[in-house]
């Protein structure tokens, strides 16, 4: 028998293009510069290279201070009551083992990645805000200028580009393979700290970072003072580190290092919308703005804690971490000189690999944590908002149609629309804009997650996809929905994307055709928009012409399941 050959897709499936494997810099985005980070307290920007000076003289106010209070005999005999160290701190025994050691090392390899390719996202949308809907004017933190008001201003206008050696790859609106780099590493990262937890209270080594007594907080306050008065405490790292080592340690594994991780998956529409006034109060720009100034916690603790490794006596605080050793030998300080050689040939080799090998970054991304994508789109979306949270701006996206066909559709109000459903269905159905709003309607109100990292709240209204599904009948072997747009994506061929038939079946999954009780504007997607709420906003494709039902989609454009997948190197399943 000869298998039965393959239904034709539908007539636009031929003005899908293909996709580069690289990222071709001539396609791309012109570079476009922000500004310098800038923080709003009350009305008015400052600029943050103020910190610089102004740290300098802090600095030396506390140094002027600390030596002044040293002199006191009240402070002196407080130091001496607390020198630094809680007496009933129990010392470690079993120094620091290897596996310590090479835990030690990973963490810095893989915080290098997640750093930089933190700030790659960031740039994609270069604002802060604390109100979930990230209306211009009103982020605290920011660097990029005010949102032009005589123009459209879109949001991936609104991207800058960073040098490649800070981020990774730098350059502007390649926030999908930073957040490749981003995830991946994080998995790496989280199951490093996991087996940092395990081994820790397997051992001894808990007792160096855990604090037992209340004693610890006027130790840490001694260990401040003597810091910064440059007399620096009695160091006993081989057995216990002083309090205030010991809090810091203590904020960054047991409290910076969970909140970044919370927070992250906080900033998805899957969770964030399953997780009901939990999502609502920790909303998605709530989140972020914690999830970065955890990002500079971890900043702050990176550059005091490398200063003090060299000031406090870097080739005992080197032997102890990278050889193991507490003697007077140079061994640990050439293992950290290779550690930081390797650390540096991965910082350069960065950007150009990611550029020069985009899909394979890709690919490994989608095997490392596409999974786990996949399995964040269990939770059903159920949380909706109410009228007063409307957002009073809704950032515009995507590529406008720029047609004939579609310039004489706007003109007629619409009424020559038609939405084609075809593929792998029983029923297939041409639909007029009319008859789309005969059939059953709902209103919901939801948040829009953008893959930038702006959100959003409007009304949406219009018809459930689980009822186009009853009306046209997949076949058992449909597995996937084709959205087709009536506009090009930004880089040629027309825009696309495609949807699992479990995402199409959510309760809140809508073809809207109103937008805050209003007809859809053509800026936001008229005649037709997807509304997919465990999903980022690109898979909600705007302006539709067509759906089409297929069993699979690895030949369509370039198979990666949407163009933005094709050409931009985004995850096909993206509920995070």
């Known amino acids: 028998m000869t298998a039965a050959p393959k239904p034709e897709h539908d007539p636009l499936a031929k003005s899908l293009s ?134 459209v201003w879109t949001a991936k206008d609104d991207a800058v580009t960073l040098p490649t050696w ?65 007399d620096f405490p009695a160091e006993q790292g081989w057995t216990r580190y002083n309090s205030l080592q010991q809090l810091t340690y203590f904020v960054t594994v047991f409290i910076a290092a969970p909140v970044s991780i919370v927070t992250g998956l906080l900033q998805g529409p899957a969770i964030s919308n ?49 050889a193991g050793l507490d003697d007077g030998s140079w061994t640990g300080f050439w293992l950290f000189l290779i550690a930081m050689m390797i650390l540096a040939t991965c910082w350069l080799w960065a950007s150009p690999f990611t550029l020069n090998n985009a899909r394979l970054v890709q690919k490994i991304g989608r095997v490392m944590v596409g999974w786990l994508k996949g399995l964040a789109e269990w939770f059903d979306p159920r ?38 459903i075809d593929g792998l269905v029983d029923n297939p159905q041409t639909l007029s804009l009319a008859e789309l709003k005969a059939m059953p309607r709902q209103d919901q ?19 459930p996809m689980r009822h186009i599904l009853e009306l046209v009948q997949p076949k058992p072997e449909a597995r996937y929905a084709v959205f087709y747009s009536l506009a090009d994506g930004s880089d040629g ?32 997607g008229a005649p037709l928009r997807l509304r997919c709420e465990n999903e980022l906003g690109f898979k909600m494709v705007k302006w539709i012409e067509a759906i089409e039902f297929v069993e699979d989609f690895k030949d369509l454009g370039a198979g990666q399941g949407g163009y933005n997948e094709d050409h931009e190197f985004f995850g096909y399943r993206m509920p995070i």
């Open 493 to 524: 061929g027309r825009y696309y994307d495609v949807h699992k038939l479990g995402n199409m079946r959510h309760a809140l999954t809508l073809l809207a055709y109103e937008m805050n009780g209003q007809p859809l504007p053509v800026l936001h």
């Open 445 to 463: 109100i939801t948040t829009h997650f953008c893959i930038q990292g702006w959100s959003g709240v409007a009304k949406w209204s219009g018809v």
């Open 18 to 151: 293909p996709a580069d494997d690289r990222v071709r810099l001539n396609h791309w985005l012109p570079p476009r510069s922000g500004t310098l980070p800038h923080i709003r307290i009350g009305r008015r920007w400052f600029n943050l290279l103020w910190l610089l000076p102004i740290g300098a003289a802090l600095l030396l106010i506390m140094i002027a201070c600390a030596q002044a209070l040293r002199e006191l005999a009240s402070v002196e005999a407080f130091l001496a009551t607390y020198p630094g160290v809680a007496s009933s701190t129990p010392p470690v025994t079993s120094g620091f083992p290897w596996w310590l050691r090479l835990q030690h090392f990973l963490n810095m390899f893989f915080m290098l990645f997640i750093m930089r390719a933190g700030l790659q996202i960031l740039a994609d949308h270069p604002r802060l805000y604390w109100k979930r809907d990230s209306t211009p004017g009103t982020e605290w933190f920011r660097f990029q200028s005010d949102v032009p008001k005589d123009r």
């Open 274 to 322: 399953r997780l009901g006034w939990i999502g609502k109060v920790i909303n998605r720009q709530v989140a972020r703005s914690i999830h970065f100034i955890s990002f500079l916690w971890f900043v702050a603790f990176i550059l005091i804690h490398g200063a003090l490794v060299l000031i406090t006596g870097l080739r005992a605080n080197t032997n102890r971490m990278f």
């Open 383 to 420: 949380s909706q908002l109410t009228e007063k949270d409307i957002s009073p701006h809704f950032w515009p996206n995507g590529t406008m149609p720029n047609s004939a066909e579609y310039d004489a559709l706007v003109a007629g109000n619409f009424e020559g629309y038609r939405l084609r």
């Open 166 to 230: 800070l981020g990774i790859p730098g350059l502007r609106h390649t926030l999908g393979l930073a957040r490749w780099w981003h995830f991946s590493v994080n998995l790496l990262w989280l199951l490093n700290g996991i087996a940092f937890y395990a081994l820790i209270f397997a051992t001894d080594q808990w007792q160096r970072i855990v604090p037992t007594t209340w004693e610890v907080f006027p130790n840490a306050l001694s260990t401040a003072i003597q810091y910064a008065s440059l």
